[in-house]
């Protein structure tokens, strides 16, 4: 057997200084947040976290969930109220492990710093040395922002979305390794099945489409990895966590985006019709774009647009870093957009970013519906990429749609 030991010790290398870099910038978040602790979604991942990896317990139990109301409302939270209880699989706990071992001042700040570092050397690593800088300028986006104070997953499914579409998809022949690497995070990004379930279903097509064999290997492979996970952690997890759900359905009273959006100029009954017409054609349309795709005339990238537009208006409405799902494709066209839509790229990046904001604003203090309004920024977005075909330019790939 031979060992490439120059590539071996550039990995070693390469691994060390991410583990220094995490290291010190948790360090610095720590003591610079020292006295403003944040996190309140992190903090009920970290308690369960330390239930399920550190005790051996349920982090579904009664117990956890107190413990998570006392620390973010300083009380039991009234039946009225978000129970701020653990909603998700067992093994969306396992990138919190690290954390799970340190006291929460630590904890929050180690998970933090990873996301920060995940998106900036996805940004560094994957896209041109002129247009890292603007990418870079994701951060800014309020939905963003906000997820990386509060520690929800979202933020870092987005990151994984996008790695996903720039190393395998929008890459004629990506290599094994990515694959292999891409499958086993898309495994684990199942955690959120609302968020990722359209994007994983474009890209097995994709991947099958052009035998992707690693990618669909790594994928399924994950899945059972992560589900026999759970069960060594909860026995029971399933019935567990599907009854959580609706218990968070039901305190909750959630309504897809696009019904809120509706039943802004029409009655909730009549929105909810529309809901379910509006949902049918988006289907459709669908189909209709995955043909255009598989005939060679339409761009692999705009697939991943429509998703994320799509995923974003039939996900439960909830808060705004639910976002990400347009806002990851958006970060990808940032930091690939063919160099001659310089002036759509700057207006379109920029004004997204601006109009984030001050749809937070108008939410906040005027109308609360408005936070769901960045959709509408990304709906005329979709229409300028369909127009506009090139719009992507990964350097030394070709693009899928046929002039």
Not at 114 to 140: D, H, K, M, W
Not at 290 to 319: D, N, Q, V
Request: positive net charge; hydrophobic residues 55%; charged residues 10%.
């Amino acid at each position: 057997m031979n060992l490439d030991l120059p590539r071996i010790k550039k990995a070693a290398l390469g691994i060390s200084i991410a583990v220094l870099i995490l290291v010190s910038l948790t360090t610095a978040i720590r003591y610079t947040l020292y006295a403003s602790p944040l996190g309140a979604d992190f903090f009920t991942f970290w308690l369960a976290g330390r239930a399920a990896l550190v005790e051996g317990g349920n982090p579904y139990s009664s117990e956890v969930t107190l413990q998570s109301q006392i620390g973010i409302y300083g009380r039991p939270a009234y039946p009225e109220e978000d129970q701020v209880a653990f909603a998700y699989p067992p093994y969306s706990l396992l990138p919190i492990l690290p954390g799970a071992l340190l006291p929460y001042a630590w904890a929050e700040a180690y998970w933090l710093a990873l996301n920060v570092l995940a998106i900036s050397a996805l940004a560094l690593r994957a896209f041109p040395a002129g247009q890292r800088t603007r990418s870079l300028l994701y951060f800014l986006f309020y939905p963003v922002f906000f997820g990386l104070i509060l520690g929800n997953f979202a933020v870092p499914l987005g990151t994984i979305l996008a790695g996903c579409i720039i190393f395998l998809f929008l890459r004629k022949e990506p290599n094994t390794a990515a694959q292999i690497a891409g499958g086993f995070f898309l495994g684990w990004a199942t955690c959120k099945p609302q968020f990722i379930w359209f994007f994983a279903l474009v890209m097995v097509i994709i991947a099958v489409r052009r035998q992707m064999r690693p990618f669909l290997f790594s994928l399924a492979a994950s899945a059972v990895l992560m589900a026999g996970i759970s069960f060594l952690m909860v026995p029971d997890w399933p019935a567990l966590w599907i009854g959580r759900v609706f218990e968070y359905a039901g305190y909750v009273r959630s309504q897809l985006i696009l019904t809120t959006l509706l039943a802004q100029a029409v009655s909730e009954q009549t929105a909810w019709l529309l809901t379910y017409g509006i949902a049918a054609v988006l289907g459709l349309v669908s189909f209709y774009l995955i043909l255009r795709w598989l005939r060679g005339r339409l761009e692999t990238f705009f697939l991943f647009a429509w998703a994320g537009f799509c995923t974003y208006l039939l996900h439960p409405h909830g808060i705004a870093y639910e976002q990400i799902s347009f806002l990851a494709p958006l970060f990808v066209w940032a930091g690939t957009a063919n160099p001659r839509a310089r002036i759509a790229r700057w207006l379109g990046w920029f004004g997204a970013i601006f109009f984030s904001w001050v749809c937070f604003a108008i939410g906040k203090w005027v109308y609360h519906p408005a936070d769901a309004w960045p959709v509408l920024w990304n709906g005329a977005f979709l229409v300028w990429l369909y127009l506009n075909q090139n719009h992507t330019s990964i350097p030394g790939e070709p693009s899928n749609a046929n002039p």
